[in-house]
């Protein structure tokens, strides 16, 4: 599985920006997909997951009401909208898909919350 995510760039706080991941290759073993951030000195964190099948999503309570995570199966994409953003969502952000024996991780896209 190839992950590669697009979209993120420089916003002012209380902007939005959407992220893309696009999958690749054994996409049929994919089980489910999340979104984390890393951000300068702090540890990786999960920012929100969704499940292939049933769409069953769960987010970080930092952005629970203003981060939507969805995915187009089809297309195999996964997104995450980003509404409100804050100069604490500052950070690397990663896409992750998960198997049945190991998960995947794009090379991860800059956002940037200026104040």
């Known amino acids: 599985v190839q992950l590669v995510e697009s979209g993120g760039g420089l916003v002012q706080a209380g902007g939005s920006l959407r992220l893309s991941c696009a999958a690749s290759g054994s996409t049929f073993s994919i089980n489910a997909m999340g979104w984390y951030r890393q951000a300068p000195g702090k540890q990786r964190e999960l920012v929100a997951a969704?499940?292939?099948?049933?769409?069953?999503?769960n987010y970080a309570d930092s952005v629970k009401g203003r981060f939507t995570i969805s995915r187009d199966n089809v297309k195999n994409m996964m997104y995450l909208q980003m509404n409100s953003l804050k100069p604490e969502d500052t950070a690397v952000y990663y896409c992750?898909?998960?198997?049945?024996?190991?998960?995947?991780w794009g090379q991860g896209t800059q956002v940037t919350v200026s104040p």
């Open positions: 969704i499940t292939t099948g049933g769409g069953s999503t």
């Open positions: 992750n898909a998960r198997t049945s024996w190991r998960g995947y």
